[in-house]
């Protein structure tokens, strides 16, 4: 599902925001990118995110900035820089290696340039983020139960266009027994066989027909199913794979179901209720 979610939180003179994107997936994923100073902070960061999301691909993005400016307050450890200067002169020379040391190569060495050291460390920051955390989680879980209830109308409306169908098919189902025992007595008929309305063996493939294609158990399992997607719609509580294992259920009782039609006007309602289980498929893919 997706959502969207901002917080913010002060400590010591630094502002530090939290942005949360989330789109459709079907597994959780969680991509974090923040100041390389808190980088301890991401395993906290992933937990409290996976308290509240099960399912998405939510990015997540830390920053920090100094509240006066706007931005954090580097320093520069001179002797450091010019320690790795040397040394790189040094390797150099030895390896008799061509090419120019800049300014650039020497500031990307680890140290060189880091916060200033009066700024906060990860262990005094995770209040703050935890707190601007929670605040952008609020904003993106109350997005995503507004879209959750809009999916929710979609697969009730076609739940009921399903149970509709299947009912029909139950009512359909007596007269296709009574279809098939008046088409074998005209074939035999058509075939100038004599036989009596009572005839034991015709009465026998006539019953085992109507036991080959009873559909009543089909039907029964179908609205136990049917019944159990609902109800678990309705809960508050992650329910997207739950309602995936039940989708599977419904789609193996609907394959009995048309293998046994034997009439054409069930097989069009099974095939239509096909249709409307594979917009469902495809739409709780984005339930939590």
Partial sequence: MTGYGRGEADHAGVKFSVELNSVNRKQSDIVINLPREFAEL?????QAINEKLSRGRTSVNVSAQDGANGSRKLALDTA???S?????????KELNAPG???IGTILQAPGVMRFSE????AEQAWPAVERALGSALSELVKMRQSEGKHLAKDLTQRLKLIRRETKEVGRLFPDVVKKYRAALFD????????????DDRLL????LFADRSDVSEELTRLASHLAQFEQHLSKEEPVGRTLEFITQEIFRELNTLGAKANDAAISQRVVF?????????EQIQNLE
């Fill in 204 to 207: 026998k493939e006539v019953s």
């Fill in 100 to 102: 120019e040391i800049s």
């Fill in 84 to 92: 790795y200067h040397d040394a790189m002169r040094a390797l150099q």
């Fill in 80 to 82: 450091l820089a010019r």
């Fill in 42 to 46: 991401e395993p906290r960061i992933r």
């Fill in 118 to 121: 009066n700024s906060i460390n």
């Fill in 187 to 198: 074939r035999i008929a058509k075939a100038g066989v004599e036989v009596g309305g009572e």
């Fill in 273 to 281: 209720c096909k249709a409307e289980l594979e917009k469902i498929r």
